[in-house]
């Protein structure tokens, strides 16, 4: 089946701790991003990857930092996380310029106290 | 920079009735992609309807379809026959074909609009 996973799918953490909340796809998409979804905010970009070491900021990248090694694969790491990172991210994939649709990965809710 | 902006934050219809929820955007661009998501409790972003920005006609899937108004920069969603299933969050969003665009073909999103459905 294709799809995207993200792990893990909830997290409560304490300001400072790094962690790694991990995205992957199986379906050879070059295209992936993590998205941030807060109230009344919608949902913006962190980072984006075009392809395999290839990485950018997106909207909202503070705070934060991604890798590319393998194509699958995209983790979203926060160093030093504080309360304001408190939030629900999302990993999407796509074909790139080939592929319309961005598949999404179901959420991480992450808490940071 | 593109903008999306969905004016409703919250609606209401009653079951099996009818309800369209705005949404608009700015842009240079003229070729792009606009999509609207739907959000449910489960918090699962699911593709509503998509819509290519060349095509003059309106998308349609089953009970959703769009009116798209390229020139006024509007891509309202048209619910019919609403069902209690269709209760969400909707998302309005753009994306560039051209791959220079925010993100580099990443979505820029509206603020949602949270669809209340009345038994």
């Known amino acids: 089946e294709a799809q995207v996973t993200q792990n893990p799918r909830y997290l409560i953490t304490v300001t400072g701790k790094k962690l790694t909340v991990t995205c992957s796809q199986n379906?050879?998409?070059?295209?992936m991003s993590w998205y941030r979804q807060d109230p009344g905010l919608g949902l913006r970009q962190i980072y984006y990857?075009?392809?395999?070491?290839?990485?950018d900021k997106g909207d909202v990248p503070e705070g934060y930092k991604v890798s590319r090694k393998e194509k699958r694969n995209f983790p979203l790491i926060l160093e030093s996380p504080s309360p304001n990172q408190t939030s629900l991210y999302f990993c999407?994939?796509?074909?790139?310029?080939?592929?319309?649709?961005?598949?999404f990965g179901p959420g991480t809710r992450l808490t940071v106290t | 920079a593109q903008t999306v902006t969905q004016s409703q934050p919250e609606m209401s219809v009653q079951e099996a009735e009818t309800v369209t929820l705005s949404c608009t955007y700015d842009?240079?661009?003229?070729?792009?992609?606009l999509f609207w998501y739907k959000q449910p409790p489960s918090r699962q972003m699911i593709l509503v309807i998509r819509?290519?920005?060349?095509?003059?006609q309106n998308a349609t899937e089953n009970r959703f379809s769009v009116n798209f108004q390229k020139a006024a920069k509007s891509f309202s969603l048209k619910i019919s026959d609403s069902q209690l299933g269709d209760a969400a969050m909707y998302f309005c969003?753009?994306?560039?074909?051209?791959?220079?665009?925010?993100?580099?073909?990443?979505?820029?999103f509206g603020k949602g609009t949270h669809l209340i459905i009345q038994p």
């Open positions: 969003a753009y994306r560039s074909a051209t791959g220079t665009g925010g993100g580099a073909d990443g979505l820029t």
């Open positions: 842009t240079s661009e003229s070729d792009y992609y």
């Open positions: 999407a994939s796509s074909l790139g310029l080939a592929g319309v649709e961005q598949y």
């Open positions: 379906m050879n998409h070059e295209y």
């Open positions: 819509q290519e920005a060349y095509k003059q």
């Open positions: 990857s075009m392809n395999v070491e290839v990485t």
